[in-house]
């Protein structure tokens, strides 16, 4: 049961580098979403997709972008790297859009940015 | 905007006490409440949810109860175990008009002493 997989787990980047964060889930679910996890401040969305070909913003989207490959995987990219970005990164997944579906999360990214 | 408000922590309670965690919410139409818990090093994982007023959550000994003439939603546990430290987040998430985001709350920090 691998559920959400998130890679890589650590990172660290120069400023003004750039990486793309992969997440995959084999739980068929049709909708994927990208957070970041600050102290004090709980979860915030970056970006969703809601189905397969979709994606939308969310709460914090500048610096980012997202690719829905397929349905199982959402890849977040990171084009030009900035301290503010040093957060811990988590993909999660639901089985669709409707309100009372939660959601399961991968095991986090920790990513500092130098 | 939809927002969630928790009881900022950390929280320090001995083995077998009486636990609460306060969770109020602002959001238009009827949400879905959700408690999630984050383990040391690990990502979010659901505790317990409710659908509508009046609805009672519960796992692993957690309960909680949609309130709507409070807008509450408190997690509660009658004994605490040192197993039960970890971080608590309440969320809630709107159908079709919230676009079926999911908004948490800041965090509550659990430390159980033995």
């Known amino acids: 049961n691998a559920g959400v997989t998130q890679t890589p787990k650590f990172q660290v980047l120069k400023t003004g580098q750039s990486m793309t964060l992969q997440c995959a889930q084999d739980?068929?679910?049709?909708?994927m979403y990208w957070y970041r996890q600050d102290p004090g401040m709980g979860l915030r969305l970056i970006y969703y997709?809601?189905?397969?070909?979709?994606?939308d913003k969310g709460e914090v989207p500048n610096g980012y972008n997202v690719s829905r490959l397929n349905k199982r995987e959402f890849s977040l990219r990171l084009e030009s790297a900035a301290p503010s970005q040093t957060s811990v990164y988590f993909c999660?997944?639901?089985?669709?859009?409707?309100?009372?579906?939660?959601?399961?999360f991968g095991s986090g990214t920790q990513l500092s940015v130098l | 905007g939809d927002s969630v408000t928790q009881m900022e922590g950390p929280v320090t309670l001995s083995e077998e006490a009486f636990l609460t965690i306060n969770c109020t919410y602002t959001?238009?139409?009827?949400?879905?409440l959700f408690w999630y818990v984050q383990y040391p090093g690990e990502g979010l994982q659901l505790l317990l949810k409710?659908?509508?007023?009046?609805d009672k959550g519960s796992n692993k000994g957690f309960e909680a109860t949609y309130r709507k003439e409070t807008t509450s939603f408190h997690l509660e546990k009658g004994s605490v175990q040192v197993s039960d430290s970890a971080v608590y987040f309440c969320?809630?998430?709107?159908?079709?008009?919230?676009?079926?985001?999911?908004?948490f709350g800041a965090g509550t920090r659990l430390f159980v002493k033995a």
């Open positions: 739980m068929n679910h049709n909708s």
């Open positions: 997709s809601a189905s397969e070909g979709t994606t």
């Open positions: 999660a997944s639901s089985a669709s859009g409707q309100s009372v579906m939660f959601l399961f």
């Open positions: 969320a809630l998430k709107r159908g079709e008009t919230g676009g079926f985001k999911t908004i």
């Open positions: 959001a238009t139409g009827y949400p879905s």
């Open positions: 409710a659908t509508k007023a009046d």
